[in-house]
C-alpha cells in the first residue's frame, strides 16, 4: 500500500511563496508521474504541474512561471515551488503519484490527504 505524506501548506499573504513537499512510501513500487492538483472553493480539481519519472515537466497554463516543480528519486519525494502567489491560488493542493506495484502486478493512481494554501489580498 502506497502512502504519500504531505506538507508545507499555510497562509501567505498575495507575493509571497510557499513550498510544498510530498513524500511516498511503502510497498515494492516503481513510481512514474508525480504532481499536484489542486481544488479551490466551489471548484472542480485542477491540474497543477506534473513530472514523469526521467521526461519533462508540464504546467497549468496560471502557474507558468510562478510555480516549480521538481521531484528527488532517491527519496521519492516531489516538490511544489510557489512563488508570486495570488489569492486565486487560494485551494487544497494534492499529491498525485502514478505507480506500479510490483507485489500485485498492477499500476494505479495514489492520492495525498490535502494541504490548505490560503493567499490573501
Known amino acids: 500500500q502506497v502512502q504519500l505524506v504531505e506538507s508545507g501548506g499555510g497562509s501567505v499573504q498575495a507575493g509571497g511563496s510557499l513550498r510544498l513537499s510530498c513524500a511516498a512510501s511503502?510497498?515494492?513500487?516503481?513510481?512514474?508521474?508525480m504532481g499536484w492538483f489542486r481544488q479551490g472553493p466551489g471548484q472542480q480539481r485542477e491540474l497543477v504541474a506534473t513530472?514523469?519519472?526521467?521526461?519533462?515537466?508540464n504546467y497549468a497554463d496560471s502557474v507558468k512561471g510562478r510555480f516549480t516543480i521538481s521531484r528527488d528519486y532517491a527519496k521519492n519525494t516531489v516538490y511544489l515551488q510557489m512563488d508570486s502567489l495570488k489569492p486565486e491560488d487560494t485551494a487544497v493542493y494534492y499529491c498525485n503519484v502514478g505507480a506500479f506495484d510490483y507485489s500485485k502486478r498492477t499500476s494505479a493512481d495514489y492520492w495525498g490527504q490535502g494541504t490548505q494554501v490560503t493567499v490573501s489580498s
Open positions: 513530472i514523469p519519472s526521467g521526461g519533462s515537466t
Open positions: 511503502g510497498g515494492f513500487i516503481y513510481i512514474n508521474t
